[in-house]
Nanobody, 129 residues
Framework: QVQVTESGGGHVQPGGSLRLSCVTS????????MAWFRQLPGKEREGVAT????????HYADSVRGRFTISQENGENTVYLQMDSLKPDDTAMYFC??????????????????????WGQGTQVTVSS
């Protein structure tokens, strides 16, 4: 059974930074794509950043490009989301997602919910003064 666990959320003032962590675990589980999504109550889940764990190709939503960075720790089962220059509009529940389906190493992972089989419970990020 695959487990996806996020951590690192919290409250920060506008302009501040947070780093989210995500660890996947499971016997012989090797995700090929990992991603961060966020969601507000009553809204659809939005893809924020994705990473191809083999080729390391990344993708960002326009709203976070240049401020957020997704990275992967050696060993492939841990990813981070470094969030800088945070804005109140970044306030949301952040979810980590993973999938072990086949993908070319040079491809980028899609930021859509249906492409990910395994999800964490979420970590809240609140940006306010």
């Amino acid at each position: 059974q695959v487990q996806v666990t996020e951590s690192g959320g919290g409250h920060v003032q506008p302009g501040g930074s947070l780093r989210l962590s995500c660890v996947t675990s499971g016997v012989a589980y090797r995700p090929t794509c990992m991603a961060w999504f966020r969601q507000l109550p009553g809204k659809e889940r939005e893809g924020v950043a994705t990473i191809n764990t083999t080729g390391k190709r990344t993708h960002y939503a326009d709203s976070v490009r240049g401020r957020f960075t997704i990275s992967q720790e050696n060993g492939e089962n841990t990813v981070y989301l470094q969030m800088d220059s945070l804005k109140p509009d970044d306030t949301a529940m952040y979810f980590c997602a993973a999938d072990a389906g086949p993908i070319y190493s040079e491809a980028w992972c899609l930021p859509t919910v249906r492409h990910y089989a395994d999800w964490g419970q979420g970590t809240q990020v609140t940006v306010s003064s």
